[in-house]
């Protein structure tokens, strides 16, 4: 089988050699600037591999051979789950490589807003000394919810507990009303859900406005599924007490350095948020993961029996 990997990603020089060995093996070393020029690298071949790369209808329809689209992310919105399916192509994705490093930047998100580091940081770097005014909250029996169990989500409840919280979840099978009830009645909401037709804007005004007032709001997961005008009102107005944001809606795209949009540095600069510009897969451990996931991925296409197939099962839909 021919395997192109058609962008330039981190990956361990071991794990692309073992790749070398499964098939007709080809790496670029730089990222593709046209489509026209994704279309001419996947042309030929029978897997790919991507992280940060569009695939459209258009690419999908010029690669004749392509039977399998492995997305070296847990989400797959950049790909065109839907029409590749009508061609009879199966989307892989890699769901576990970066559940650790989620999950802790998670918790550091939690742990940085109940007590005010970033505040009293601030304010020290400015030469004030003024304990009394950074009083924070404990973390011990107040309820942290959480939208989507999967491998974030569960990992990032079990560290809440052992914290001494009290831990509620939706998940796919849950309805709306399950959903609201957990929203209404959670200090801390953190989201754990990919982006789908379904959990687009799933964190609306509506939804956001019938937060607890002082509650905090953690997104860790995908921009798009948060309102981000109604939840800067619901920041600047202190309904909400903080938020803690590693994505937003209308990212730059991380390939290549871009100026920030204006909304996205109103709410890094806000002093109740803290805010990462899409770090949380981010560590040093998940290229080894990543690395065996995706070497998984393919020899589980080769063998014509593919794990971690993509499929849409998240059924939380907006009321």
């Given at each position: 089988?021919k395997?192109?990997?058609?962008?330039?990603?981190?990956?361990?020089?071991?794990?692309?050699?073992?790749?070398r060995?499964?098939?007709?093996?080809?790496a670029?070393?730089?990222?593709?600037?046209?489509?026209?020029?994704?279309?001419?690298r996947?042309?030929?071949?029978?897997i790919?591999?991507?992280?940060?790369?569009?695939?459209?209808?258009?690419?999908?329809?010029?690669?004749?051979?392509?039977?399998?689209?492995?997305?070296?992310?847990?989400?797959?919105?950049?790909v065109?789950?839907?029409?590749?399916?009508?061609?009879?192509?199966?989307?892989?994705?890699?769901?576990?490589?970066?559940?650790?490093?989620?999950?802790?930047?998670?918790?550091?998100?939690?742990?940085?807003?109940?007590?005010?580091?970033?505040?009293?940081?601030?304010?020290?770097?400015?030469?004030?000394?003024?304990?009394?005014?950074?009083?924070?909250?404990?973390?011990?029996?107040?309820?942290?919810?959480?939208?989507?169990?999967?491998?974030?989500?569960?990992?990032?409840?079990?560290i809440?507990?052992?914290?001494?919280?009290?831990?509620?979840?939706?998940?796919?099978?849950?309805?709306?009303?399950?959903?609201?009830?957990?929203?209404?009645?959670?200090?801390i909401?953190?989201?754990?859900?990919?982006?789908?037709?379904?959990?687009?804007?799933?964190?609306?005004?509506?939804?956001?406005?019938?937060?607890?007032?002082?509650?905090?709001?953690?997104?860790?997961?995908?921009?798009?599924?948060?309102?981000?005008?109604?939840l800067?009102?619901?920041?600047?107005?202190?309904?909400?007490?903080?938020?803690?944001?590693?994505?937003?809606?209308?990212?730059?795209?991380?390939?290549?350095?871009?100026?920030?949009?204006?909304?996205?540095?109103?709410?890094?600069?806000?002093?109740?948020?803290?805010?990462?510009?899409?770090?949380a897969?981010?560590?040093?451990?998940?290229?080894?993961?990543?690395?065996?996931?995706?070497?998984?991925?393919?020899?589980?296409?080769i063998?014509?029996?593919?794990?971690?197939?993509?499929?849409?099962?998240?059924?939380?839909?907006?009321?």
């Open positions: 089988m395997i192109v990997i058609p962008e330039d990603m981190a990956l361990n020089q071991d794990h692309l050699n073992i790749m060995s499964l098939g007709e093996f080809k670029y070393d730089n990222f593709p600037e046209t489509e026209e020029e994704i279309i001419k996947v042309e030929n071949a029978d790919i591999v991507i992280e940060w790369l569009f695939i459209t209808k258009k690419v999908i329809d010029n690669a004749k051979n392509l039977k399998y689209i492995i997305v070296a992310l847990s989400g797959t919105e950049t065109d789950v839907e029409h590749a399916a009508k061609k009879g192509i199966k989307v892989l994705n890699c769901p576990t490589y970066n559940s650790e490093g989620c999950a802790n930047l998670t918790i550091g998100f939690i742990l940085n807003l109940t007590r005010k580091i970033k505040e009293a940081n601030t304010v020290l770097q400015l030469g004030d000394w003024v304990p009394p005014t950074f009083t924070g909250i404990e973390l011990r029996g107040k309820v942290l919810g959480l939208i989507g169990y999967g491998n974030i989500g569960r990992k990032v409840g079990n809440a507990r052992l914290l001494g919280m009290n831990v509620k979840y939706v998940n796919s099978q849950s309805t709306p009303e399950q959903l609201e009830d957990l929203i209404k009645t959670s200090d909401i953190s989201l754990h859900v990919p982006l789908t037709n379904e959990t687009s804007n799933i964190m609306n005004k509506r939804r956001i406005d019938m937060m607890k007032k002082g509650s905090y709001l953690i997104n860790v997961s995908r921009g798009d599924l948060v309102d981000q005008k109604a800067i009102e619901a920041l600047k107005t202190k309904h909400l007490a903080g938020a803690g944001l590693d994505v937003f809606e209308n990212e730059p795209f991380r390939k290549k350095k871009a100026k920030v949009p204006e909304e996205i540095m109103v709410l890094s600069k806000m002093d109740n948020v803290i805010a990462t510009p899409h770090i897969y981010n560590t040093e451990e998940r290229i080894t993961r990543l690395g065996l996931e995706l070497i998984e991925n393919i020899q589980s296409c063998d014509n029996s593919p794990i971690n197939l993509v499929t849409d099962k998240v059924k939380i839909k907006e009321i």
